[in-house]
C-alpha cells in the first residue's frame, strides 16, 4: 500500500519512491525489494512503467499508478483506516498505563 500511494497523483523512478517511503513513512526497504514489488504491481496492473530518457546518464523507469491500482490504493487506504483505528481502541489501554506510569 504504501508503494502504491507514494506513486499518488505522480510518476516517480524507483529511488524516487524509495525516498518517498523514507521520508513520507520512515519505511525503509531494500532498493533490490522495491522493484521485485514494482514488478509485480505491474504485472498485476496496478502501475505501468515507462523508459525516459534522462538527457543525460542513463534513462530512467518511471513508475505511475493505473486507474485500477488507484481503485485499488482506494480501497486498501479505506480498509487501513478502519483497521488502524480498531488497533489504536485496542492499545488505548496500554497506552494510558503507560502515560500513568510514566508520570509517576
Same mark, same amino acid.
Given at each position: 500500500? !504504501?508503494?502504491?500511494?507514494?506513486?499518488?497523483?505522480?510518476?516517480?523512478?524507483? %529511488?524516487? @519512491?524509495?525516498?518517498?517511503? =523514507? &521520508?513520507?513513512? !520512515?519505511? $525503509? /526497504?531494500? =532498493?533490490? #525489494? %522495491?522493484?521485485?514489488? %514494482? &514488478? +509485480?504491481? +505491474?504485472?498485476?496492473?496496478?502501475?505501468?512503467?515507462?523508459?525516459?530518457?534522462?538527457?543525460?546518464?542513463h534513462p530512467r523507469k518511471y513508475y505511475?499508478? #493505473?486507474?485500477?491500482? $488507484? &481503485?485499488?490504493?482506494? @480501497? /486498501?487506504?479505506?480498509f487501513w483506516r478502519q483497521f488502524s483505528?480498531? %488497533?489504536? $481502541?485496542?492499545?488505548?489501554? @496500554?497506552?494510558?498505563?503507560?502515560?500513568? #506510569?510514566? !508520570?509517576?
Amino acid at each position: 500500500m !504504501a508503494i502504491l500511494a507514494s506513486l499518488w497523483g505522480k510518476r516517480l523512478y524507483g %529511488l524516487e @519512491v524509495l525516498r518517498a517511503l =523514507e &521520508n513520507g513513512s !520512515a519505511l $525503509e /526497504m531494500l =532498493e533490490g #525489494t %522495491l522493484y521485485l514489488i %514494482l &514488478n +509485480r504491481l +505491474r504485472a498485476a496492473g496496478l502501475v505501468e512503467a515507462e523508459w525516459v530518457d534522462a538527457g543525460s546518464g542513463h534513462p530512467r523507469k518511471y513508475y505511475r499508478l #493505473t486507474a485500477a491500482g $488507484e &481503485n485499488r490504493l482506494q @480501497v /486498501m487506504a479505506r480498509f487501513w483506516r478502519q483497521f488502524s483505528a480498531k %488497533l489504536d $481502541e485496542l492499545i488505548a489501554p @496500554v497506552l494510558r498505563q503507560e502515560e500513568a #506510569t510514566s !508520570a509517576r
